[in-house]
């Protein structure tokens, strides 16, 4: 892949990322970056979020909701309640994000759902001005 592509690609991922996770935590993220940290910032831009997010067969919505069942089932809460907000920003729900979960505890147990719940909450309550 060329540097043009790449950096095309890099570009289109921070938009990306912007529009689901808010201009917020993008900022820090971008702005807390070290010398140490910057190949996995450039790495979820390019990677992640400017291939990953774009690729065709699945809507933001969609992605959100595979992206929270993922994530509960690996036990990784604190990038839960990342999704989570992204989720709703993507248009998701609280119904639909709980029904995530509680399918999750079917599946993957509800040890890693009851964290799940307990990493969402707070940005739902936040966002919905509770």
């Known amino acids: 892949m060329s540097d043009d592509s790449r950096s095309a690609l890099k570009e289109q991922g921070i938009q990306t990322r912007r529009e689901v996770l808010g201009d ?3 900022d ?26 774009n690729k065709g067969g699945l809507t933001r919505k969609e ?10 089932a690996l036990g990784k ?4 309640a990342v999704h989570t907000r992204g989720a709703k920003n993507n248009g998701l729900t609280n119904e ?16 890693a759902a009851v964290e799940s719940f307990r990493a969402a909450t707070p940005v739902i309550e936040e966002i919905d001005g509770k």
């Not at 992605?63 to 509960?72: D, E, W």
């Not at 809460?77 to 839960?80: C, L, M, S, Y």
């Not at 639909?96 to 040890?111: E, R």
């Open 24 to 26: 917020k935590y993008v």
């Open 63 to 72: 992605r959100s909701l595979v992206n929270l069942g993922m994530l509960t």
């Open 96 to 111: 639909q994000i709980a029904a995530v979960f509680l399918q999750a505890a079917v599946y993957c147990g509800v040890p």
């Open 77 to 80: 809460t604190h990038e839960v």
């Open 28 to 53: 820090a993220a971008l702005n807390n970056a070290t010398e140490f940290n910057q190949g996995l910032q450039d790495l979820l831009n390019e990677y992640c979020w400017g291939d990953g997010w």
